[in-house]
């Protein structure tokens, strides 16, 4: 493993409680606040103090429970938001003020009415005022993605200068494909004469299904602040799942020379926290979090796995938190997976024969549901049993 540290920036409680439907109380995002922070996430982005009183008292309320991650805090480009991170993290032990400012054409001119250079002005002012309060300063260009280079350069050379620790890249509105966004950061880092002195990160939404692409595609390019959420949740289609983050550059840390400092085994078990607090299913499908992420259902797969789990099997299960993968016993399963089952089970199964029954049995029941039970084995074992001739 190599010693390089990618910093996990965790937006749940922010961005991830921007999913429609998906507000949290105080005490639900202390709650997974603790989670976050037993998992070792580096920075917590507990929410957006300026929106709402509640918002500022979550953000209080977690920096005062969580000593162990960064606590953050989001504003836009102006004096009184900041102010309110500013107040609502003094008590963490460690906090962040994250500030931004669009810096896309479409934004400037449609939602922001600024010209370029007063966005430079009132982006330096901001990071310049954050400086006031803490030395850890987060920027972001917001609709990156879609801003034009030369531009964005400008503003990024600019808030280094005025004192951000962290640049964050974010693709706004998930516009960018994986080649293109690599590519951008490489560029950014490249061109940017005082790009040493900032952390870069990346923040890219999902709405063509390519954030965790594109994040891991920054990683490559030298991003080493990666910005998601636990189950991918998040405005429109989500953010970048966490989990898969964390899980490819683990897994295939040949291919990305670095590492996070999460502690992988409680992936699960946050999964599930998340989901029962704001009552967004986890799909079956689902990468490293999903029901079925561990489980083989075919013949093939079954045999396989059973001989050696690297024949199908890239991570342990264990190493995500689950307590084990699974063989899911139905119409697609083989004589292997249905002997070792009933093995498990302490059912004895003499000779051939009686496998064959029981075999001839399992696959006609298996016709008729999805998956067959282990209680379902008990009852079709005891009665070939009972009736050996059959
Ligand atoms: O998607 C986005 O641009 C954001 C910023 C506030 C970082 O959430
Ligand atoms: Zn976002």
Not at 113 to 126: G, I, L, S, T
Request: aromatic share 6%.
């Amino acid at each position: 493993m190599s010693d390089d540290r990618l910093i996990v920036f965790d937006t749940t409680l922010r961005d991830g409680e921007q999913s429609p439907g998906c507000s949290m109380t105080l005490e639900e995002k202390v709650r997974i606040a603790k989670m976050l922070e037993k998992m070792r996430v580096d920075v917590i982005e507990a929410g957006f103090p300026a929106a709402s009183p509640g918002d500022f008292a979550s953000v209080q309320a977690v920096a005062k429970a969580v000593q162990g991650s960064t606590i953050c805090g989001l504003a836009r480009a102006m004096e009184r938001d900041i102010e309110r991170v500013a107040e609502a993290i003094k008590p963490a032990a460690s906090g962040r003020i994250h500030t931004f400012l669009a810096t896309s054409p479409i934004h400037m001119r449609d939602k922001l009415r600024m010209e370029p250079d007063q966005v430079v002005e009132q982006a330096v002012k901001a990071v310049k005022y954050a400086r006031q309060f803490t030395d850890n300063v987060e920027f972001s260009p917001e609709d990156a993605g879609r801003s034009e280079f030369d531009f964005l350069c400008r503003v990024i050379e600019k808030v280094i200068d005025a004192g951000a620790t962290t640049i964050n890249i974010p693709d706004t509105v998930g516009y960018t494909i994986p080649f293109q966004f690599g590519d951008l950061i490489a560029r950014l880092i490249d061109n940017i004469p005082n790009s040493d002195k900032a952390v870069f990160s990346v923040h890219c939404h999902n709405d063509l299904g390519l954030a965790v692409s594109n994040s891991l595609a920054a990683v490559l390019s030298g991003a080493r602040q990666v910005e998601c959420t636990i189950n991918g949740l998040g405005e429109r289609a989500g953010n970048a799942a966490l989990e898969e983050v964390v899980m490819a550059v683990r897994t295939r840390n040949d291919v990305f020379n670095c590492d996070t400092n999460i502690d992988s085994t409680l992936i699960v078990p946050t999964s599930r926290l998340v989901s029962s607090v704001t009552g967004f299913m986890v799909q079956p499908n689902k990468a490293i979090v999903g029901a079925n992420a561990f489980a083989h259902e075919s013949g093939i797969h079954q045999d396989g796995v059973l001989k050696s789990r690297e024949t199908y099997e890239i991570m342990r299960a264990q190493d995500v938190g689950w307590s084990d993968n699974k063989i899911v016993l139905g119409k697609h399963s083989g004589r292997n997976a249905l002997k070792s089952r009933l093995s498990e089970l302490g059912i004895d199964v003499e000779s051939e024969a009686e496998l064959n029954e029981i075999f001839a049995r399992f696959k006609d029941l298996a016709d008729l549901k999805h998956e067959v039970f282990d209680e379902d084995l008990r009852v079709i074992a005891n009665e070939s049993q009972l009736e050996p001739d059959q």
